[in-house]
């Protein structure tokens, strides 16, 4: 099938960067939007930044101008810059992505990665 793989979480102090990145593999015709979602203690999982494959992007309030989601339709990666942090950026990152797995078939179908934990201390 398909796997996403997310790799750059860590720890890091308010006011600084990480980057997180996703990679999508498998039986892959084509993949649509590709996001970055995230999930902290306590609460519900929550829409990050997406991307479409045309490079439209949209981000949650809380992160517009901080983050950004860049993507590489030819690796089939995803990446989220994210600056200026603030503990309350602490969560799991999940990536997401909607594939199409077969040229003969347009079906669309729903890929989660792992999750890798994003911790910022104040």
């Known amino acids: 099938q398909v796997q996403l793989v997310e790799s750059g979480g860590g720890l890091e102090q308010a006011g600084g960067s990480l980057i997180l990145s996703c990679a999508a593999s498998?039986?892959?015709?084509?993949?649509?939007?590709m996001g970055w979602y995230r999930q902290a203690p306590g609460k519900q999982r929550e829409l990050v930044a997406v991307?479409?494959?045309?490079?439209?992007?949209n981000y949650a309030d809380s992160v517009k101008g901080r983050f950004t989601i860049s993507r590489d339709n030819a690796k089939n990666t995803v990446h989220l810059q994210m600056n200026s942090l603030k503990p309350e950026d602490t969560a799991v990152y999940y990536c997401?992505?909607?594939?199409?797995?077969?040229?003969?078939?347009?079906?669309?179908?729903?890929?989660w990665g792992q999750g890798t934990q994003v911790t910022v201390s104040s």
């Open positions: 991307v479409t494959s045309g490079g439209s992007t």
């Open positions: 498998g039986k892959i015709f084509s993949i649509g939007v």
């Open positions: 997401q992505a909607d594939v199409v797995t077969s040229p003969y078939t347009p079906r669309v179908y729903s890929y």
